[in-house]
């Protein structure tokens, strides 16, 4: 599995780099150049459509992986300044387990706290901010 991880790991980085763009874009160019030389059969058509097929299947499930491993590494940092901080709720630190209906309530709330903070401040004048 760690091997996956890095192979997985090594391929979104790369494939999110403008040099794959440019690959990609210079195939997508050199299979149009060559559509008059096969006379735009429909071998030719299938060559690009069975192409960007296999690799947009393969590349959904590397592109998973990373954003999985990414979205738990978030998570942890997350917790941790959660749980290092005396005044927030720990509640919050596993937040991303509760249910639909948990996390309605919580977003009510927060909406809630917001509203009231804002009201409480004092009014800015655009241009004087010491005002």
Not at 55 to 74: E, G, K, Y
Not at 86 to 109: D, H, P, T
């Amino acid at each position: 599995m760690d091997a996956f991880r890095r192979f997985a790991h090594r391929c979104s980085t790369w494939v999110g780099t403008p040099y794959s763009f440019a690959l990609a874009l210079l195939v997508v160019v050199a299979w149009a150049l060559t559509g008059p030389l096969f006379h735009f059969s429909d071998t030719w058509q299938l060559v690009i459509n069975t192409g960007t097929t296999v690799v947009t299947f393969l590349m959904v499930f590397l592109i998973q992986a990373t954003q999985n491993r990414d979205a738990q590494s978030i998570h942890l940092k997350l917790d941790e300044l959660i749980r290092a901080n005396r005044n927030a709720r720990n509640l919050l630190a596993g937040i991303e387990n509760v249910s639909e209906e948990e996390l309605q309530a919580l977003q009510k709330e927060f909406e809630r706290l917001r509203s009231a903070r804002t009201a409480a401040q004092p009014k800015r004048h655009p241009g004087n901010p010491d005002r």
